[in-house]
């Protein structure tokens, strides 16, 4: 079995990183990790920085991938990573159908009422988009 966790900074992305090690100790697992593009940073002058927003954003998921082996290592699995760039949700869907994934497993920080409909839910878009299984972890 192909599976993919997405991870973030996130306790919810830490705990769906524990769920998949734990249940699926036989699954070739991918963490992947999306620089979401359209995160607003600034430079120099106010000049929009996208360059260095993605450069910034692939160093933060060295230090991500760094605490996922460790989850991995403490459960005795082993794991790949992955960093690409762009819309979170369609990112990860994207990944799944090109990659041959059969589960996601994605946590969710579980948001619901006011800040749901503002904020949006890159778990419920996953759910609703992916062609595969989607365990979310809460």
Known sequence: MNLLVPIDDSEPARAALEHAVREYPDATITVLHVVDANM???GE???YAYESL??????????LFADAAEVAAAHDAS????TVVGQPAREIV???????IDHIVIGSQGRDGAS???LGSVAERVVRRAAVPVTIVR
């Open 116 to 118: 749901r409909v503002l």
């Open 45 to 47: 002058g106010g000049v």
């Open 40 to 42: 607003s940073r600034y």
């Open 79 to 82: 794991i790949t990573t992955e």
């Open 94 to 100: 994207d990944y799944a159908d090109e990659h041959e």
């Open 54 to 63: 993605i450069e910034s954003g692939q160093e933060a998921a060295e230090d």
